[in-house]
């Protein structure tokens, strides 16, 4: 069974930074490095949102505009750990933020997409606040 967890939320002032972490195991047949991975985030009653996500190489990544700059995303697959350091924190960026995987067949061009329907796994989210 594919367990994602997330780790590294909390709570921090505007301007802050906070380097979030993610850890996936348990998928049969595949390494974590054979996974495209991303981050989401979601605030009550509003749809989850991608905000960036890195492929399988780790040669490739995407942000969406809301973050560019600010967030940058990372992977080291000899610890099978996605990175996630935001810097410039804004109260906006207040959300439960998701780690998800997806195998890298599941992208036609082996890269990676913001779609939140384009992964397989998910975790259970880790909380980040950010207050002004």
């Known amino acids: 069974q594919v367990q994602v967890v997330e780790s590294g939320g909390g709570s921090v002032q505007a301007g802050g930074s906070l380097r979030l972490s993610c850890t996936a195991s348990g998928m049969t047949g595949l390494a974590f490095d054979d996974h495209f991975m991303g981050w989401f985030r979601q605030t009550p009653g509003e749809e989850r949102v991608g905000i960036s996500c890195?492929?399988?190489?780790?040669?490739?990544?995407f942000y969406a505009d809301s973050v560019k700059g600010r967030i940058t995303i990372s992977r080291d697959n000899a610890k099978t750990r996605l990175y996630l350091q935001m810097n410039g924190l804004k109260p906006a960026d207040t959300a439960m933020y998701y780690c998800?995987?997806?195998?890298?067949?599941?992208?036609?061009?082996?890269?990676?997409?913001?779609?939140?329907?384009?992964?397989?796994?998910w975790g259970q989210g880790t909380p980040v606040t950010v207050s002004s």
């Open positions: 890195i492929n399988w190489r780790g040669d490739r990544t």
């Open positions: 998800a995987a997806s195998p890298y067949y599941d992208n036609e061009h082996q890269l990676c997409d913001l779609r939140g329907s384009s992964y397989r796994y």
